[in-house]
């Protein structure tokens, strides 16, 4: 949704920016999340 909203045109370009400010563990939670919407059978 943030991608959208920022109209980044990869999520790695939001995940770069906003996550500065998290842990890696949650970065990586983040990251599959993220793998998870993109996945057009899922999201």
Do not use: C, F, W
């Amino acid at each position: 949704m943030a991608q959208a909203i920022l109209r980044h045109s990869q999520i790695s370009m939001t995940m770069d920016v906003y996550t500065h400010v998290v842990g890696d563990s949650e970065r990586e939670a983040v990251g599959m999340l993220a793998e998870l919407l993109e996945d057009p059978l899922i999201g």
